[in-house]
């Protein structure tokens, strides 16, 4: 009877624990093939296991408190967890306790503006845009990076970015310039040195021959008709200068109008590079005019074939004829247009 009522026992407690275990360490979280999970800064315990259940990522709270304290999980670190199906809810509580969140791939491309980064960041990450724009607006928030609001825009180089979901404006923008102070080898600040300019400026004649062309072989090449005009004390008379002072970038045609355009930016009326970059600018074109040619090249102009290159000239009078050639196909590709559209 003894040996029966012993059996009975362990059997019970064989069991009670292989149902303990079960609940701590077996599938206990509800999900699809696998969600983020999203902690607020600010956000305590009692709110995380109200937000779980509410989501019913869990069915209650009884053994997840009862996990919670048996890993001590007290202290929320806030970020976006990736739960995944199937998750014991051991391991949710283990990742949720040492912070182990899943970092956001931020991919920069070409913006333009300030505002173009902070809408960006809209809805990605739990500092919204404005928090954003009003850091990169904020000069005493930049100094220390020995930029200001307008050269901010140069620290934006066209990488992907690993960031926690809860970064500040601070640490999204220190993680940018992190790699901009990288990109600035040595050998490229040398030969930023040898055309007597900074990285920053650099940068924002790159940012011009980036809207420019899409043609890498012309790039070096229009960054050397830029630099002699600089280097000549001639206006730069950069037709994408005039589309940024304007904030309009669909602009097709500048015409004489859009010239008298009343901004620092407007390369037509002031002399010198503009303020900052007019858009965040290419590897390859910040490279173009590192390395851009030793020309006599003053002039530029669209070639009349429409392949999108670049045909480059000296003197005026060779530019005009050239610019002529130009307009005269532009005006007979807009004829044959308006005309197969009225059929």
């Not at 980036?210 to 037709?239: C, F, H, W």
């Not at 851009?292 to 002039?299: E, F, G, I, R, V």
């Amino acid at each position: 009877m003894k040996k029966r009522i012993i059996a009975v026992t362990i059997t019970s407690f064989v069991l009670a624990a292989g149902f303990i275990g079960w609940k701590v360490f077996g599938p206990g979280v509800s999900t699809g093939n696998g969600e983020f999970f999203y902690i607020k800064t600010g956000t305590d315990y009692d709110n995380v296991k109200q937000e779980l259940t509410s989501k019913k990522y869990i069915r209650g709270s009884t053994w997840f408190d009862l996990v919670s304290k048996l890993l001590r999980y007290k202290t929320v670190k806030p970020g976006r967890y990736k739960i995944q199906k199937g998750m014991s809810l051991f391991n949710l509580v283990r990742i949720l306790q040492n912070g182990h969140q899943t970092q956001i791939a931020f991919v920069i491309t070409k913006l333009r503006t300030k505002e173009d980064l902070a809408k960006k960041t809209g809805g990605i990450f739990e500092c919204d845009s404005l928090q954003l724009i009003n850091f990169l607006n904020n000069s005493d928030s930049l100094k220390k990076y020995g930029l200001d609001s307008n050269t901010v825009i140069a620290a934006i180089m066209p990488y992907t970015y690993n960031l926690n979901w809860n970064s500040s404006a601070g640490k999204i923008f220190q993680k940018l310039n992190t790699a901009y102070r990288i990109f600035w080898t040595a050998e490229r600040k040398q030969k930023a040195d040898s055309l007597h300019l900074t990285p920053v400026e650099i940068s924002t004649i790159a940012s011009i021959v980036e809207e420019e062309t899409r043609i890498k072989n012309d790039k070096p090449n229009i960054a050397s008709v830029y630099l002699n005009r600089l280097r000549l004390g001639m206006p730069l008379q950069a037709d994408p200068t005039v589309k940024f002072a304007m904030k309009d970038f669909g602009l097709k045609r500048i015409l004489y109008v859009h010239l008298k355009t009343v901004s620092p930016y407007n390369t037509y009326l002031h002399t010198g590079l503009p303020p900052g970059p007019i858009c965040t600018p290419s590897i390859e074109s910040i490279d173009a005019v590192l390395n851009s040619p030793k020309t006599d090249y003053l002039y530029f102009v669209a070639n009349s074939n429409f392949d999108g290159s670049s045909i480059f000239t000296t003197n005026l009078i060779d530019h005009n004829k050239y610019a002529s050639s130009f307009q005269k196909a532009l005006d007979a590709r807009i004829d044959s247009l308006k005309k197969s559209n009225t059929k």
